[in-house]
Each structure stands twice: as structure tokens, then as C-alpha cells.
T-cell receptor
């Protein structure tokens, strides 16, 4: 069972609002990721982190930003949401063998469905 | 361009029947291949992971095969259950970078009818 949590699960906000999607994992994983997935489409990597104070942009250009101040926490922020940001955002982690988790397995959160109106 | 192609795009079977999902990839250099199950509105859950030297791996009623020479993988589901209805995603990782970049297929949407 994966110990990775995302909040909120569902969110509807107005254009121009600032939003932060939270992601926390209790497995001690060093690597964390944010993916964006539209319905019926593949996942696209938008941000990743190797560890504390490490953040990199992924393959898909995104106006969001991330931070990694603590190992277990990897929040994603949209400073000014637009309708084009409407999508599902999936957080994931991998890498540590602590707590019996497999270092090769990537564990996903349940996802955050964002709708910008 | 590294790609992962899955077929069929969608599949409907009756409960209790078997089915096989296909995944072809062009990712190189190859590191590993994973199959994930994603229920509607949920995050993907890992089913299997196979490296270059592994030909088959099972997880309960799920059996994955890998042919690294032809760059093909399959996921066989035995005695399907209603709860198997989900999207099955093939994910291939390369070993050309420290991150082990992941390439995602679009998934096969499986529906199991009673």
C-alpha cells in the first residue's frame, strides 16, 4: 500500500486564482514527481525532484512551480490559474528502500482534479 | 523518438474470460518496463516491473511478458473480474539519464461485463 497523499482531490476555482496542490509521502523516498494527465491521455511529467532543494522541469511545459523544502513534501503551485490548466495532476515518488518499499517502483497518489472556470 | 504504443485502445470482455493487452515500444536504451492499473479518477497502481533479463512476471491473475529483442510486452489477465475494469498503462524507462526517464503509453481501457 502506497503512503503518498494528495490534497485536494477535487477543486473548482476561478480564473486568476492562486492554487497549491499538496503532496506528501511517508516512505522516505528521495525522488518525487508531478504528472499532468488529461482524460484518456498519457501522463506527462511536468516537475521532478531528486531530493531536498532539488527541483527540475519535466517534459511538458507548465506554468506551475514546485518546491522541495522537506523530503516528504512536494507542493505544486499555480500563481494565476487559467481554464487551460484544467486537468488531473498526479504526484508520485520513488527511490528509497526505507519502510520496505521497492526502490524501482513508482508510487502514485490518488490525483488532484483541477477545474478552472 | 522514444514511444510506447498500446493496443487495443479499448476492450470489452465478459466476466470470467481471459484477455491480453499489448505494448510495443521504441525506447532506447531500455531499462525496465512496468504495467500499471489505473481505476477511473484514481492514481495508477503498479502491477509488475520487468528488467531486460526478465521474460515473464506474475502478480496474481496478472502475467506480464517481455521480449526485449522485438521490444514487445503483453499483459495477460486470467479469469477476469468486474473489478478489473480500468485503464492499463504500459510504462517504459530508459537508462540514459540519472532520473531513468519514463515513457507512458495511453493505456488500454478494459471493461468487464457481468
Amino acid at each position: 500500500e502506497a503512503d503518498i497523499y494528495q490534497t485536494p482531490r477535487y477543486l473548482v476555482i476561478g480564473t486568476g486564482k492562486k492554487i497549491t496542490l499538496e503532496c506528501s509521502q511517508t516512505m522516505g523516498h528521495d525522488k518525487m514527481y508531478w504528472y499532468q494527465q488529461d482524460p484518456g491521455m498519457e501522463l506527462h511529467l511536468i516537475h521532478y525532484s531528486y531530493g531536498v532543494n532539488s527541483t527540475e522541469k519535466g517534459d511538458l511545459s507548465s506554468e506551475s512551480t514546485v518546491s522541495r523544502i522537506r523530503t516528504e513534501h512536494f507542493p505544486l503551485t499555480l500563481e494565476s490559474a487559467r481554464p487551460s490548466h484544467t486537468s488531473q495532476y498526479l504526484c508520485a515518488s520513488s527511490g528509497s528502500i526505507k519502510r520496505g518499499s521497492s526502490g524501482n517502483t513508482i508510487y502514485f497518489g490518488e490525483g488532484s482534479w483541477l477545474t478552472v472556470v | 523518438k522514444n514511444q510506447v504504443e498500446q493496443s487495443p485502445q479499448s476492450l470489452i470482455i465478459l466476466e470470467g474470460k481471459n484477455c491480453t493487452l499489448q505494448c510495443n515500444y521504441t525506447v532506447s536504451p531500455f531499462s525496465n518496463l512496468r504495467w500499471y492499473k489505473q481505476d477511473t479518477g484514481r492514481g495508477p497502481v503498479s502491477l509488475t516491473i520487468m528488467t531486460f533479463s526478465e521474460n515473464t512476471k506474475s502478480n496474481g491473475r496478472y502475467t506480464a511478458t517481455l521480449d526485449a529483442d522485438t521490444k514487445q510486452s503483453s499483459l495477460h489477465i486470467t479469469a477476469s473480474q468486474l473489478s478489473d475494469s480500468a485503464s492499463y498503462i504500459c510504462v517504459v524507462s530508459d537508462r540514459g539519464s540519472t532520473l531513468g526517464r519514463l515513457y507512458f503509453g495511453r493505456g488500454t481501457q478494459l471493461t468487464v461485463w457481468p
